[in-house]
């Protein structure tokens, strides 16, 4: 089995070429030959194999947890989160070990896209749906 250099999911091969099922990349087929015969895993340091450790969910699982973002989003008012709110999932997920290449393996969403939506939350809880508070004088957000 191969994988794509852009994103690390499986490949599918024809007789030219390997085409990524995950980010689309063509992968040429002497890379795809190269890497079936050095068929090394990467190990973390408490010896996980890394290469399943960041395995992306399938395609069709990535497309349902999409069309459930969008339409939680739209439901949402298409509300997007303040910037420090949002810079701060972003920090939040950059020091995650699910992160791989801007997406996020356990749900298989764009962490930037997903991160800027006042609707989503962390699939592994790190961080929540946002929720404007209203403050004690009921309008400037403030405590």
Not at 52 to 79: I, R, T, W
Request: glycine letters at 10%; a positive charge; proline letters at 2%.
């Amino acid at each position: 089995m191969s994988f794509c250099k852009v994103c690390a999911s499986t490949l599918f091969c024809t007789r030219r070429d390997c085409v990524c099922d995950i980010c689309g990349a063509v992968n040429a087929q002497e890379q795809h030959d190269s890497n079936a015969k050095t068929d090394t895993k990467e190990v973390d340091a408490e010896g996980v194999n890394t290469t399943e450790k960041n395995k992306m969910p399938s395609m069709f699982q990535q497309a349902k947890n999409l069309a459930k973002s969008v339409y939680a989003h739209a439901a949402n008012g298409a509300e997007k989160v303040p910037e420090n709110i949002y810079k701060s999932r972003i920090e939040v997920c950059e020091g995650c070990d699910k992160l791989s290449k801007g997406k996020c393996s356990e749900c298989g969403c764009f962490v930037k896209m997903k991160a800027a939506w006042g609707s989503e939350e962390c699939p592994i809880g790190k961080w929540g749906r946002y929720e404007q508070t209203r403050g004690k004088c009921g309008g400037c957000g403030g405590k």
